[in-house]
């Protein structure tokens, strides 16, 4: 597929030009490994078991059959080719193994040896291949140059997901004793602390605290970020790099204006201070279950009658697809109002009632473009539409912003980039594979900046906003030429500044 | 991984950030600060401090906007930025001054 460019010329950058073939170019690019503490404190072995091979071929079986839509991927592939072009790690990379239907192969050629009657009897005429030393350190490698974002999945005629693919890799890894350090470090600070980044309350409140004196100094009104309040009507659930993080914490005060806006009764749990769910990263059915209960547990204790998520892309997809499986059922909530509900969907319900009022011209300064996050555009939805997921987050930044321009239509909606560090590959020892993986985006978003001059790029995910202010600066973009898109609506939003409520009832 | 440092290894993992941070001294900071081929000027200090004092008191490093808040206040607009920071600390203030501060490295979407 071309890319749409308009006046495109030789000396364009193309997002979606096909790389030259370097056959094991990243197969060195591997996460540090959990220590045996963060392992163990997950359920899992602490280094690598005497009879990995058992183990590894037992626990394929048996996600085999948890998960029958894992044999159908793995039975289905006919090798037709159309995948191969669409991962961002291959355009950025060049290795052929991180061409989606190769890293699907790294798992279906030992599916094929082990459990399927062709594999077992004539190996060498379906690539069948017994599991050894070095396919272990191959899963390893590649299945952590997958940042499960689906985008080859639309392209594949049979639907084949390679998300599903490289979770069940992690997991088997994983059940061996070999985990990563990144994700299960942070799932363990999870379970000990309440979030991703080890804040506990009384550094939580500080900092709630401080970001209230913040913006009565920057605007005059006594917007509040309410902690632990019993009886709220609405429970926000964000990533806790908003809590700490920019320009993350920007879109966090424009969650709390919105509230205040909307004379709303909200409150943040410090026990479930987390919206992320690395549970989904590293594939675990049983972590992404207690780390979802986590917030059942806030809700009821707070007892809140919504639940709204903050900007984090696959949080949105482990609440959206997942949360009422993983946590339900919510009958305890308000049935009027969407279980769970996305805060880009509260906002433009908002702003659909008139409710909210701005002067776009303090985003003036700005010519913007957004970028969909992978697992909001193909895992989830938002609002009563189909499409409402791209739709929803471009609508209320057309509302709070006047230069508002889309990059190529083949690299946004549901054909957008990954932003290069998701799905676990977020660590810094990563930081080669994240930089290559960013470069489709980065490319079109020069594209459309020489075009129309675009400054500016808003995401509704914490990953993909640490993971472009670290890259953007080789694009020749200021670090903080990305934005929170409720830090756009917080820019615009007027607020009246005398009398101010904080009680809880509606 | 460990630096050696008076004649003893202080441990570290496998990124350079101390494994028990109770064997931080300033001396050990500088070197784990030419590591990071950062030289400590009074300035850097002045964060390595404050990250230190925040630490003691919350058990964890201050948020950007918390560090950039008490600068201000102790050294002035100019000196507060999270560009500025970006200055002092070319791989991030978060990261690389808790590195030389002997602080566990903040984990999450960071």
């Not at chain 1, 600066?473 to 500044?497: M, T």
């Not at chain 2, 560090?67 to 206040?73: D, H, V």
Request: charged share 25%.
């Amino acid at each position: 597929m071309d890319a749409i460019v308009p006046g495109s010329d030789a000396d364009r950058l193309d997002p979606l030009e096909i790389p030259t073939l370097c056959p094991g170019a990243m197969a060195a690019s591997q996460p540090w490994g959990a220590s045996p503490d963060h392992q163990k404190a997950l359920g899992f072995p602490g280094e690598l078991v005497d009879d990995w091979q058992n183990v590894a071929i037992a626990k394929m079986g048996e996600l085999l059959e948890k998960n029958r839509a894992l044999r159908v991927y793995l039975d289905s592939c006919v090798k037709c080719g159309a995948c191969t072009d669409k991962c961002h790690y291959f355009l950025g990379t060049g290795d052929p193994k991180n061409m989606p239907v190769a890293r699907q192969d790294l798992l279906r050629k030992v599916y094929r040896r082990y459990f399927t009657f062709t594999g077992k009897y004539f190996p060498g005429l379906v690539g069948a291949e017994e599991l050894t030393k070095e396919v272990i350190d191959d899963w390893y490698s590649y299945f952590h140059q997958c940042s499960q974002c689906r985008r080859c999945s639309v392209f594949c005629p049979y639907g084949i997901d390679t998300a599903e693919i490289s979770m069940a890799g992690r997991e088997i890894l994983d059940a061996i004793g070999k985990g990563q350090k990144y994700c299960n470090e942070i799932i363990g600070k999870v379970h000990t602390i309440g979030n991703n980044l080890g804040l506990n309350k009384n550094a939580l409140r500080s900092t709630l605290e401080g970001l209230e004196e913040d913006i009565e100094d920057d605007i005059g009104v006594p917007v509040k970020l309410p902690l632990d309040v019993k009886g709220a009507d609405i429970l926000l659930v964000t990533p806790s790099a908003d809590f700490f993080a920019e320009p993350h914490v920007d879109g966090l005060i424009g969650y709390a204006k919105v509230f205040h806006a909307a004379g709303a009764s909200w409150t943040i749990s410090s026990y479930a201070s987390e919206a992320a769910n690395f549970g989904m990263f590293i594939g675990s059915y049983e972590q992404m279950r207690l780390i979802s209960l986590r917030i059942r547990e806030a809700a009821l204790d707070l007892g809140v009658k919504r639940i709204v998520f903050g900007e984090c892309g696959h949080a949105w997809r482990v609440a959206y697809s997942f949360l009422n499986t993983l946590a339900g059922p919510f009958d305890f909530l308000d049935q009027r109002y969407p279980i769970p509900q996305h805060i880009c969907e509260y906002t433009w319900d908002l702003i659909q009632k008139g409710a909210l009022e701005f002067d776009k011209s303090k985003n003036d300064h700005i010519r913007l473009t957004y970028h969909d996050s992978c697992n909001v555009a193909r895992a989830t939805r938002m609002g009563d539409q189909p499409g409402g997921q791209f739709e929803i987050p471009r609508a209320i930044l057309k509302t709070v912003c006047n230069h508002y321009f889309d990059m190529a239509q083949d690299t946004i909606r549901d054909q957008t980039f990954c932003c290069g560090g998701g799905g676990g590959l977020l660590t810094d020892e990563l930081m080669d594979i994240r930089k290559k993986g960013a470069s489709p985006r980065m490319k079109a978003l020069k594209t459309v900046a020489e075009d129309h001059g675009v400054t500016h790029m808003a995401a509704i995910c914490a990953i993909c906003k640490t993971q472009f202010a670290k890259v953007m600066p080789d694009w020749g973009f200021e670090r903080d030429s990305i934005l929170s898109v409720h830090q756009l609506v917080s820019n615009a939003i007027i607020l009246q500044k005398p009398k101010q409520e904080n009680d809880d009832d509606r | 991984m460990s630096y050696h440092f008076n004649g003893a290894d202080i441990a570290s993992d496998e990124e350079g950030y101390l494994t028990d941070l109770s064997l931080w001294n300033p001396e050990l900071a500088l070197l784990i600060a030419k590591d990071e081929k950062i030289e400590m000027s009074d300035e850097h200090w002045e964060v390595v401090n404050f990250l230190r004092e925040y630490y003691d008191e919350y058990q964890i490093a201050p948020a950007i906007r918390v560090l950039t808040k008490a600068l201000k206040k102790k050294l002035g607009e100019e000196k507060s930025s999270n560009k500025y920071l970006y200055e002092l600390f070319p791989y991030g203030p978060a990261k690389q001054a808790c590195k030389i501060a002997g602080l566990p490295k903040p984990t999450g979407c960071v």
